[in-house]
């Protein structure tokens, strides 16, 4: 069973930056595919960018050339570096692992001030 673990939330103004992590364990982590996601008060979880064990990307359209997610396998860590946060960005921000079952972590609140 994986434990995984977000940390980084906060509260930020608005075109400011916040940093998330993400640490996994008791899993092969190198293996997986990861991926971070957000979701709103009442509204379904939704993906916010993904990568894969080889290190491909993806984001949501809302995004992309604000965010950016990386991997760190030796650390057994995910970021995910927002910059350029607006008030939508507001939200509770989830990390997932695409092993055996997806595997979700705590979540951790972001909070963009205007």
């Known amino acids: 069973q994986a434990h995984v673990v977000e940390s980084g939330g906060g509260l930020v103004q608005a075109g400011g930056s916040l940093r998330l992590s993400c640490t996994a364990s008791?899993?092969?982590?190198?293996?997986?595919?990861m991926g971070w996601y957000r979701q709103y008060p009442g509204k379904q979880r939704e993906m916010v960018a993904i990568?894969?064990?080889?290190?491909?990307?993806d984001y949501r359209d809302s995004a992309k050339g604000r965010f950016t997610i990386s991997r760190d396998n030796a650390k057994n860590t995910l970021y995910l570096q927002m910059d350029t946060l607006d008030t939508n960005d507001t939200a509770v921000y989830y990390c997932?692992?695409?092993?055996?079952?997806?595997?979700w972590g705590q979540g951790t609140q972001v909070t963009v001030s205007s």
């Open positions: 997932a692992v695409f092993g055996f079952q997806v595997y």
């Open positions: 008791e899993i092969n982590f190198s293996a997986y595919s």
């Open positions: 990568i894969t064990r080889d290190g491909n990307t």
